[in-house]
């Protein structure tokens, strides 16, 4: 009986994966080379199994009109952190643009200042 449960948690630690979730606004990061730069990025923190936020981390989105994609990703880091320490976890949001969006955005603020 030891054996059957020790193969299963070992078996739990080694074939959890990593998830990720990805949200589209707009129409997304897509353009001719298809070159994604993070626009923004912040580690979510929360205690209790998830239950309860530990900061209120918001990443920054692009000006209205640009399209870009929200990942919500659970890391390796992520996961040995919440192993470590079973009551704390954390998960990254990174804002993806595309490379061409954000330097025309950045020409388009340097002309009109």
Known sequence: MVKIISIVLLSTFLLSSCFVNRTTVGYGPVGANLQDRTFSKVKQRYTLFGLVRLNQAQPKTPPAG???????KFSIIDGILSILMPIYAQRTVVILVNKQDEEALKLKQGQTK
Do not use: N
């Open 66 to 72: 640009m399209g870009y994609e929200i990942k919500t």
